[in-house]
């Protein structure tokens, strides 16, 4: 059964980082893209960041880029996110999704969720 | 940035047939967009339905179907289920790789 278990949220002040992490079982973690999606509260998905089966490639939304970072250690089974610079509209819930393939350069096919965790950008 | 766009909210009556749209602003919805379309009922995640324009996954019930109609993507639900009342989004893929979801429709059965 494919788990994804996202850590790492909390209170953080504006301008404050945070690194999310997920954790990964189930399936061959090093075979499959990874990415990140958000949730505001209360309002729809964004998507933040994705990253290939083998961590060489990765992209961002605009919204983020320069300031979140993905990576992956594929010893651990465990997907990141490095967040800094953080604003008050960062403030979200924060999936981990798998993807059915390895690639990102085509298309995100986002397949398996995580149940999220709370980022709250606040001073 | 494209912009991905859905009903804001629709209503179906038990047992009724609905259908979700999903347009681009950039022309025409293709299979080469991917489409998916994911469910979310309140204080759950998301789970992917249908990827791929209208490929269903194992969990899928059998009643939602996805499609390509008049330049849009399509969601389909035959036989409406009050388990069914949810959130519901799509997402399109653009060149490069770039998904853009679209606002989420919020579907009532009634």
């Known amino acids: 059964e494919v788990q994804l278990v996202e850590s790492g949220g909390g209170l953080v002040q504006p301008g404050g980082s945070l690194r999310l992490s997920c954790s990964a079982s189930?399936?061959?973690?090093?075979?499959?893209?990874m990415h990140w999606v958000r949730q505001a509260p209360g309002k729809g998905l964004e998507y933040v960041s994705g990253v290939t089966s083998n961590g060489g490639s990765t992209h961002y939304a605009e919204s983020v880029k320069g300031r979140f970072t993905i990576s992956r250690d594929n010893s651990k089974n465990t997907l990141y996110v490095q967040m800094s610079s953080l604003r008050l509209e960062d403030t979200a819930f924060y999936y981990c999704?798998?993807?059915?393939?390895?690639?990102?350069?085509?298309?995100?096919?986002?397949?398996?969720w995580g149940q999220g965790t709370l980022v709250t950008v606040s001073s | 940035q494209a912009v991905v766009t859905q009903e804001p909210s629709l209503t179906v009556s038990p047992g009724g047939t609905v259908t979700l749209t999903c347009g681009s602003s950039t022309g025409a919805v293709t299979s080469g967009h991917f489409p998916y379309w994911f469910q979310q009922k309140p204080g759950q995640a998301p789970r992917t339905l249908i990827y791929d324009t209208s490929n269903k996954h194992s969990w899928t019930p059998a009643r939602f179907s996805g499609s390509l109609l008049g330049g849009k993507a399509a969601l389909t639900l035959s036989g409406a289920q009050p388990e069914d009342e949810a959130e519901y989004y799509c997402l399109l893929s653009y060149s490069g790789g770039r998904p853009v979801f679209g606002g989420g429709t919020k579907l009532t059965v009634l």
């Open positions: 999704v798998k993807d059915r393939g390895a690639g990102i350069a085509v298309a995100a096919t986002l397949d398996y």
């Open positions: 189930g399936f061959t973690f090093s075979s499959y893209a």
